[in-house]
């Protein structure tokens, strides 16, 4: 398990584009057959994927966790973004279509995953943070992740965002998880940009195309960078940074939230004429 240590707002405007990216951005973590993990010591954060083939592969803790298995003093949101898939939890089964998530809480020692068919695999996003609360397994299907259509093709940012793991759906002690999909012919997320500094926010973008990129805003409103991001990369957000971006064709992104409070309105706006 890899630990990221954050940059505060600081040192932020004086780091390179090598160092941004060393900071900011998580990539190489799907490899087939293999769970890769990261410890993020922003709200003490892991993220990570699990790409099962020939057989099951179960989750491990690390000596970073002082904890006798992962989840024993954690909370855990799995999203599948590849084929028929499986998460085992305690013995029990359930099955993961293509974006469908199931949350699961504190106190669950046995989790595994695996594919259904390994020429189609699936690959489960991990999203995790500190718990002190007990909140049963939960399987949220696609369909029942509450799509809300927003923005215009005017503006070129007409998206579906689809919410899982929330105050009105599954509950959870302080992940909060879903999924936006960018509509043919638009390219800009979460613009407007905003800051919430109760919560840190995590992005893992996926179904970009091999020849297409992100460019991922961040930093201050007033002093923003950017890192260009490959499909299954992931940037972290700290509460002062604002987080958007522009792709080079439509695609989806993961954001999940950990921190203060659960409250997806919770938003401190940045109106496009004060970015710099």
């Not at 990261?38 to 002082?66: C, F, K, Q």
């Not at 201050?220 to 950017?226: I, L, S, V, W």
Request: aromatic share 8%.
């Amino acid at each position: 398990m890899k630990t990221v240590l954050m940059a505060d707002p600081v040192r932020y405007p004086r780091m390179t584009t090598e160092e941004i990216r060393e900071t900011f951005l998580l990539k190489g973590l799907c490899e087939p057959g293999k769970i890769h993990l990261n410890y993020v010591d922003l709200d003490r954060s892991v993220v990570g994927m699990a790409a099962p083939t020939e057989g099951a592969i179960a989750l491990p803790t690390y000596p970073e966790l002082r904890a006798a298995y992962f989840t024993e003093r954690r909370e855990l949101g799995v999203l599948n973004i590849g084929g028929s898939g499986r998460v085992r939890v305690e013995g029990k089964s359930y099955d993961l279509e293509n974006l469908d998530v199931i949350y699961v809480g504190r106190g669950n020692a046995e989790v595994s995953f695996e594919s259904k068919d390994k020429a189609a695999p699936a690959v489960f996003y991990l999203l995790s943070y500190p718990a002190h609360a007990n909140y049963p397994v939960t399987l949220v299907r696609k369909e029942e992740a509450n799509p809300t259509t927003i923005g215009a093709a005017e503006t070129i940012n007409h998206r579906t965002i689809c919410k899982y793991i929330h105050l009105d759906g599954a509950k959870s002690c302080q992940l909060v998880m879903g999924v936006t999909h960018l509509h043919a012919g638009s390219s800009w997320n979460t613009m407007p940009p905003h800051t919430h500094m109760r919560r840190s926010e995590i992005y893992m973008y996926f179904n970009v195309a091999e020849d297409a990129r992100v460019f991922h805003l961040m930093g201050p409103p007033a002093e923003t960078r950017h890192i260009v991001m490959a499909d299954k990369e992931i940037a972290i957000s700290p509460g002062w940074s604002i987080h958007a971006g522009v792709g080079t064709r439509a695609y989806s992104f993961c954001w999940g939230m950990g921190g203060e409070n659960q409250d997806y309105a919770d938003m401190d706006p940045a109106p496009v004429q004060s970015l710099r």
